[in-house]
């Protein structure tokens, strides 16, 4: 019994199966113009108590016999009718238990036997019309309609399990590849410089004693190598980090297709510093994280380009838009671009187009014109 209960608890299936319970007020519909006898109502107490409650929160959590339930929930729909007319409603919740298979055609097909079961006691039911009417027609139909669209929803939130899995899983080869290649240039930088600074450390040892002169200008020779290897290690990692976008945009095309989205870019990332640049990969990612989850859009537009001594970052989309107010997403975003002195200007006409702007640092400035001289 303690494992039954731990089983059937909140923290397991949720709030929404104690809420959908509420519809069971139809129950109190034919008792309202029609005064039943004691038995009839005990009946229906008992077959609630006994046997729909156990079956309908059973196909939340037993998978596995989920068809079971459902036939109880329609068989009690079919028997309880002389009973009671309100019974009717173990129809609609047989048809959205029905709708959780992972397999939507057959959710479907199910939904349209239960309708056709309901259409059919409606047929050969002993309680006469128009009472007939109010109790099976909303069976049929909303058997029909709610079944349908629970189908849809289940369908929905697969698939965004699925794109989150997929978002997850591009971001751990993205990782993987780029720790690939920074031990392989890492190996590469390190590896020969070291063993240069080895040989001339030990070839300094020696000559210390005898060659004074020539140990000084060893000792010069290791500075030298060491600050050129420092210079080296530091653009490898500004390498690393310009990369940073360019997998994220990566990743962001993927997504956007495994979602249906077209994604359409404008790119040159030559005048991004490292610490913007990687700031802009964070923004990009939640971007495209709002637009998945809010806009409804089918197609995304990112810019990054030069104006005016500026770096102009623009990702649109042609979606719903959004509210007044601002979530934590746009929150963040303001933050990022507000620590880089950069500005943020949001529209929401036809979807959402977020316009960045950030100053180009003065070193990139000067090393753009001076490959541009003649």
């Known amino acids: 019994m303690k494992e039954l209960t731990k089983q059937f608890s909140v923290k397991n299936i949720g709030w929404e199966p104690y809420v959908y319970l509420v519809y069971l007020g139809f129950l109190l519909s034919q008792p309202s113009f029609d005064e039943q006898s004691l038995w009839q109502g005990a009946l229906i107490i008992a077959a609630l108590l006994a046997v729909f409650l156990p079956a309908y929160f059973a196909s939340f959590i037993d998978k596995k016999n989920k068809l079971i339930y ?18 009717s409603v173990f129809f609609i919740y047989a048809a959205a238990a029905a709708a959780y298979f ?11 036997v239960i309708a056709l079961v309901a259409l059919i006691s ?16 909303p069976a049929v139909i909303f058997s029909i309609l709610v079944g349908i669209l629970s189908v849809f929803q289940q369908e929905k939130l697969r698939a965004n399990a699925k794109l989150s899995l997929a978002h997850e899983e591009i971001e ?28 001339k450390s030990e070839l300094t040892g020696k000559l210390i004693d005898t060659d004074n002169q020539k140990a000084k200008q060893e000792i010069k020779d290791i500075e030298e190598i060491s600050r050129k290897t420092l210079k080296e290690v530091r653009l490898a990692i500004s390498g690393y980090r310009s990369l940073g976008l360019e997998a994220e945009i990566a990743n962001t095309k993927l997504i956007l297709a495994s979602a249906n ?11 991004l510093s490292p610490l913007q640049e990687a700031s802009l990969s964070l ?17 995304v537009e990112l810019i990054i380009l030069e104006k ?12 719903v838009g ?50 541009i001289k003649p």
């Open 70 to 87: 459902i036939v109880i929930m329609t068989i009690l729909g079919v028997l309880g009718m002389y009973l009671n007319s309100g019974s």
């Open 102 to 112: 992972n397999n939507s055609k057959k959710s479907i097909i199910i939904i349209l």
């Open 122 to 137: 409606a047929i050969f039911s002993p309680i006469p019309m128009p009472w007939r009417l109010w109790a099976y027609g």
């Open 172 to 199: 751990q080869l993205a990782t993987v590849a780029e720790r690939e290649r920074i031990a392989r240039d890492l190996h590469d930088l390190l590896g020969h410089t070291l063993s240069i600074i080895t040989l």
């Open 261 to 271: 989205i077209d994604f359409d870019t404008k790119l040159d990332l030559t005048l």
């Open 283 to 299: 923004i990009l990612r939640e971007a495209v994280t709002n637009i998945l989850r809010h806009s409804k859009a089918d197609k």
């Open 308 to 319: 005016a001594q500026n770096i102009i970052f623009e990702i649109s989309d042609n979606g």
């Open 322 to 371: 959004f509210a007044d107010k601002e979530g934590n997403g746009l929150k963040g975003i303001r933050e990022r671009i507000q620590a880089l002195g950069g500005q943020l200007k949001i529209e929401s006409l036809k979807g959402i187009k977020l316009t960045i702007s950030l100053a180009i640092e003065s070193q990139k400035l000067l090393a753009k014109k001076d490959t």
